[in-house]
């Protein structure tokens, strides 16, 4: 694929972005997702993140006009589509599967869009020559899908989607089904593409590491509703709720009953203490604890402890080697996050400065 400069400007015109407003999707007596409003801004990366059947998906298919909410609207560029079928959503969408005609070579497959719409055969040519350019499938226009590789159909599947020229393109968990080097070439490679053409793109996933790498906001859902709007520096540094401090961060963030570190300074209403493995130190001093096994990953060690009946993770450069059976861990008080018994974080925690209610 041939290479995109990040920073060249996008288009002129202001790129649409969406908003959802008290959106509630119900299939039968079981409601999928509650209360969603958010404001996903045009020309960024938004990204859907969240378990298995959190919503994220469902949330997508209502915004492609595939689903209909059972409440609530959707606007693009201020305009209610929540009715609206597909065809008429000035989007574009790629799927998980990639969706590729087996019996149409790639440059079919590519223009289909633009021949239902009955664009004419010179301007169809003529964006074609551009994207397959972009794209680096320029030799590729003849092959069918089965003659290609996963990472290859992916960018069909990309190229059909920018050819339509949408000022908004919707993606489905597009590298889930390629191996793990592929997947961090693409994710490069479709966040330059996200920068250079200036679209307004909203992503699912369940993979922390795509939405880390590639978004300006993230949004995390779980169990239907909203658990934090932010970016990922704020999402990692501020987690809004403890649903949202273990699903960031791998290892997951420690976090350890108030009532397990007696003697330990905690404020009033702290339920649970928050720390990040990098954040916890090994020292002659502080809270008593056992060593129960190490992880080796080269450069550095993943040391478990149990700490009164808790089990922590203390992440170190592995160069100090093993640490003896019994441990006393210590760590700054800055890099603790305070949250209360329903894990709600608290407004008093000494890193929070963006509230979890935030929906910019």
């Not at 919707?170 to 053409?197: F, G, T, Y």
């Not at 809270?287 to 992880?295: L, S």
């Not at 949250?339 to 929070?352: H, Q, T, V």
Request: charged share 20%; net charge neutral.
């Amino acid at each position: 694929m041939n290479a995109i400069d990040p920073h060249a400007p996008a288009s002129a015109a202001e790129p649409a972005g969406l908003r959802l407003d008290g959106i509630w999707k119900s299939f039968g007596q079981t409601p999928v997702l509650r209360d969603i409003s958010l404001d996903l801004p045009g020309g960024q990366l938004s990204v859907l993140l969240g378990p298995s059947g959190c919503g994220k998906s469902t949330l997508l298919r209502l915004i492609s006009g595939l689903e209909e909410p059972t409440a609530g609207t959707i606007r693009l560029g201020g305009e209610d589509i929540t009715h609206r079928v597909p065809a008429q959503r000035n989007l574009s969408m790629v799927f998980q599967n990639y969706a590729l005609f087996p019996h149409l070579p790639v440059a079919e497959n590519i223009l289909f869009g633009l021949s239902v719409r009955r664009v004419p055969k010179a301007e169809q040519q003529a964006r074609l020559e551009r994207v397959a350019n972009l794209m680096g499938l320029e030799t590729l226009l003849r092959r069918k899908p089965a003659q290609l590789s996963g990472g290859q159909q992916q960018r069909v599947a990309l190229a059909r989607a920018v050819v339509s020229e949408r000022p908004v393109c919707l993606m489905d968990e597009p590298l889930s089904n390629l191996d793990a080097k592929l997947r961090a070439e693409m994710r490069v490679e479709i966040r330059a593409l996200q920068q250079r053409l200036g679209l307004t793109l909203v992503y699912v996933t369940h993979d922390q590491v795509e939405a880390m790498t590639m978004a300006d906001r993230i949004v995390v859902l779980n169990e239907g509703r909203i658990q934090q709007v932010a970016s990922p520096r704020e999402l990692y540094a501020r987690p809004a709720t403890t649903f949202c401090a273990r699903f960031i961060g791998t290892p997951p963030m420690n976090l350890i009953p108030a009532e397990s570190l007696p003697g330990h300074p905690v404020p009033p209403g702290a339920a649970l203490i928050g720390v990040r493995p990098e954040d916890i130190a090994i020292a002659e001093t502080g809270v008593p604890a056992r060593t129960e096994g190490i992880e080796y990953l080269g450069a550095d060690q993943l040391v478990s402890v149990r700490l009164d009946g808790v089990a922590v993770i203390v992440r170190q450069p592995a160069r100090l080697g093993p640490p003896p059976e019994t441990v006393r861990l210590r760590w700054p008080e800055a890099a603790q996050h305070l949250f209360d018994a329903a894990g709600d974080r608290l407004p008093d925690s000494p890193s929070n400065r963006f509230s979890h209610k935030e929906r910019a």
